[in-house]
DNA sequence: TTAGGGTTAG
């Protein structure tokens, strides 16, 4: 077969049919990013085209589209010749890739050469100047625009709105705007969307407003903005928008509708959401994204599975953001298997690396899992950690009470150059909180005080929430003294940590400051205050705190009815304990227990049982804490084989994990009925660390039943945990008197004033002939 | 040559 002669391809003309041929595939596969069309160089340059500015210009154009800019660069200066169409497509390619230096080097470089710029370029270099906040050269270049007549377009104009708005310039900025000849929707969008960011919405509203009176038609892009702003201003104002858009006839474009179906579900309205999604057929990842995340923060994770699965089955193939949502429905669930499998599903797809999957992946480790393990192996796999991954990491480790290396690991962060951010400092701080870690918190405060970040509200509330929970109470006003401003988390999370420490007065003076700086009570601030009320059996603050939460509306918060309950259970008031409880709609665990509780420290033993039996038919399931009420009434009564019943019972039945203080009432029970072996037992085969305290109560015990030889016994194995508690001195000592050994007990009372003479020795201590090694 | 949507940490 013959090669068909260039004649026969390209007709009588060939030079210019194959001219006209390269420029539609350029032009074709410029507008569709499509790197094939690159071929066509060669030809072009053995058929002495490559003097053709237009061919050129595309060509350069499709490399800086596909080959990315070093080579789009390098054809540009192999061209033999350019134009001012050369010289702006590259220095936009620059822009675009974010490469604003070097896009403003690139312009230096076009008017060194001699080039003019137009419009096209002064655009770009716009742009430029706003990502930079180069407002001095973005000035120049409005004088050089109204200089020679270009003021009318209305590109620039939209360009000069976003320079002097983002350069903090806005009634310049709105000037121009109103000035202009023929603004159009872009123009009042971009003032619009300044005022949005700076949250200065009667601004952006009211620019609305001027801009239908100017009849000029809001388009999708002025709908999308203004509907980003329900995040502050509300659903109804989110709705209302929503109808103005209808109004308008708006096209419902698929980032429109994402926007409308996000401002749905940030709301919870799931319904109105799906309604929203229902309306065209048009879906994509970004979409189903913000779908799945609607269910996910609406707790509704059943949901949010099924709307991935019908994802996948609508051929949209979920991305890094799809998994963080999902994973992070896993953790609200505590699910482990399901935050397991989408885990395999990540690496299956390839997005084992990617930052925001690792990041969701960290934390459904951290909250499900009860080894760190996990975590620290999904850490390593991301290819690089940004700051939300470290904090991810620290903040798990020391929920884990792995405090030490997470404060390893704020230092690694550093040294690894991610700045810790606000999000970092409070999970920090919330480690410091602990007796153990006291120099760690002020460390950190300097830190904070150094790098400005004291400016910020959570970090100031998380600084004194350290200072609070280590006791140090004048060092917390002192930061609350030098915050910029105090909210209603600063004075709850101090009060919570002073009725916590048993300050109940201190924290009801807190209140002062509040109202003395108009700081609004809410529902947790009312129940601390109220249980600082209960804490001191104080009925006067308890009444006009109860009418507090009458007039707020804030009473129909569980946590605040539940503080209602105790104040009146521990005030000895059951009859407005009683009040309360009925009141509401659906109590819960707490609220039983509240009234439980109160009849149980009034000696009420049989209807505090009754009342428990009505909270199992009731369908509201007990936990440890009622466990230890039931077994406390059961030791009032001296209930023993109840109590051991109940014991059994009630933790196999509702899964509870029984702890030191369910032991500790046990013993007590058993040990004051005089089944002194019994409970003796029981220490030895709890299946819990032994702690001091449970010796004592035995001890306390023996005295009762003047059982000397167990009494030494609890005493030495105590004394081997806690050396310097006295108390065991000083019960062994009344154990003694009460056997009628009196001169054993001053011996012992003896040996307990010698330790507090040289607390810190090493020294052998005996008593009734056995000797005990003192450790420090 | 101009403007717009989704995730993850306290």
Redesign the pocket.
């Known amino acids: 077969m013959s090669r068909p002669t260039l004649k026969a391809v390209f007709g009588e003309n060939p030079s210019s049919r194959f001219r006209d041929i390269c420029s539609r595939i350029l032009v074709f596969c410029n507008s569709r990013s499509l790197r094939d069309g690159i071929c066509v160089h060669s030809p072009v340059i053995k058929l002495g085209f490559e003097d053709d500015l237009y061919l050129s210009n595309n060509l350069l154009?499709l490399y800086s589209k596909c080959r990315g800019l070093e080579q789009a660069r390098q054809f540009f200066d192999e061209m033999p010749h350019r134009d001012v169409v050369s010289w702006?497509?590259l220095l936009?390619a620059y822009v675009?890739s974010g490469n604003h230096q070097k896009a403003l080097q690139f312009l230096y470089s076009m008017l060194m050469s001699g080039q003019t710029p137009n419009?096209?370029t002064?655009?770009?270099v716009l742009?430029s100047c706003c990502a930079l906040e180069e407002f001095d050269l973005g000035s120049c270049i409005h004088t050089y625009i109204v200089k020679n007549g270009m003021e009318s377009?209305?590109?620039?104009g939209?360009?000069l709105i976003?320079l002097y708005s983002k350069c903090g310039y806005r009634e310049e900025a709105c000037n121009i705007l109103m000035h202009m000849e023929n603004s159009?929707?872009?123009?009042w969008?971009?003032m619009i969307?300044s005022f949005l960011e700076e949250r200065k919405w009667n601004l952006a509203l009211h620019l609305y407003l001027r801009m239908v009176e100017a009849k000029v038609p809001p388009?999708?892009?002025?709908f999308?903005?203004l509907l980003?702003a329900s995040r502050f201003l509300g659903l109804k104002y989110g709705m209302l928008i929503h109808a103005h858009l209808t109004m308008w006839g708006t096209q419902l474009?698929?980032?429109?509708?994402?926007?409308l179906v996000?401002m749905y579900s940030r709301f919870h309205k799931m319904e109105d959401a799906i309604k929203v999604f229902s309306l065209t057929p048009d879906c994509?990842?970004?979409?189903w994204?913000?779908i799945i995340?609607g269910f996910?923060?609406s707790s509704k994770v059943r949901e949010a599975i099924e709307a991935f699965l019908l994802m996948e089955v609508s051929g949209v193939t979920a991305?890094?953001?799809?998994y963080?949502?999902l994973?992070?429905a896993c953790?609200s669930i505590l699910s482990l298997e399901l935050g397991q499998q989408l885990h395999s599903r990540v690496i299956l797809v390839g997005l084992d690396e990617d930052?925001?999957?690792g990041?969701?992946l960290i934390?459904m480790y951290m909250k499900c899992s009860c080894t760190v393990e996990n975590a620290f192996q999904v850490f390593r796999c991301i290819y690089s950690p940004?700051?939300?991954?470290w904090?991810?990491l620290i903040?798990g480790l020391a929920a884990h009470n792995h405090i030490r290396e997470s404060f390893q690991f704020f230092l690694e962060m550093q040294k690894a150059g991610v700045e810790p951010?606000?999000?970092?400092?409070?999970?920090i701080l919330?480690a410091c909180g602990t007796a153990e870690y006291p120099t760690h918190a002020m460390q950190l405060h300097g830190f904070i005080v150094k790098s400005k970040a004291d400016h910020?509200i959570?970090?100031g509330n998380?600084l004194v929430d350290a200072y609070a929970g280590l006791e140090l109470f004048d060092d917390a006003w002192g930061v609350i003294s030098t915050m910029d401003h105090r909210d209603t988390i600063t004075y709850t999370t101090l009060a919570t940590r002073m009725n916590h420490a048993g300050h109940h007065g201190m924290a009801l003076k807190v209140i002062r400051h509040m109202v003395k700086e108009d700081v609004v009570m809410d529902e947790f601030s009312l129940a601390c205050f109220l249980s600082a009320s209960a804490g001191m059996n104080e009925m006067i603050s308890g009444r006009q705190l109860h009418c507090c939460s009458v007039k707020s509306g804030l009473g129909r918060w569980i946590s605040v009815s539940n503080a209602l309950i105790d104040l009146y259970a521990k005030c000895q008031c059951m009859k407005d304990a009683h009040k309360a409880f009925e009141e509401m709609p659906e109590p819960n665990t707490v609220s039983w227990n509240g009234l439980i509780g109160g009849l149980v420290s009034r000696g009420n033993i049989s209807p505090a049982f009754s009342m428990f039996e009505d909270m199992r038919l009731s369908g509201v399931k007990p936990d440890s804490v009622t466990l230890l009420l039931v077994l406390s009434a059961c030791s009032h009564g001296g209930l023993v084989d109840l109590g051991l019943e109940y014991f059994h019972s009630v933790k196999e039945a509702y899964g509870i994990a029984p702890e030191l203080l369910h032991y500790n009432c046990l013993v007590n029970l058993l040990g004051q009925a005089g089944r002194l072996d019994e409970a003796r037992d029981m220490i030895e085969n709890m299946p819990l660390k032994q702690y001091a305290m449970i010796y004592k109560t035995l001890l306390s015990a023996c005295r009762v039943h003047k059982n000397v030889p167990l009494g030494e016994e609890m005493a030495r194995k105590g004394m081997e945990l806690d050396p310097f508690d006295h108390t065991f001195y000083l019960l062994l000592a009344k154990l003694y008197d009460a056997s009628g050994k009196s001169d054993l007990g001053d011996g012992t009372l003896q040996m307990m004033r010698d330790l507090r003479s040289f607390p810190r020795l090493n020294q052998r201590v005996s008593f009734a002939g056995e000797k005990f090694n003192m450790q420090m």
């Open positions: 154009c702006t497509g936009s675009k419009e096209y002064l655009s770009s742009r377009n209305p590109i620039l939209s360009n976003d159009d929707a872009i123009a969008t971009t969307s388009n999708e892009f002025t999308v903005k980003a474009s698929l980032i429109l509708k994402t926007a996000h994509d990842a970004f979409l994204t913000t995340s996910v923060q991305n890094n953001f799809t963080s949502s994973l992070t953790s930052v925001s999957a990041n969701a934390d940004n700051v939300i991954s904090t991810t903040a951010n606000s999000f970092t400092l409070s999970s919330g910020d959570s970090v998380a």
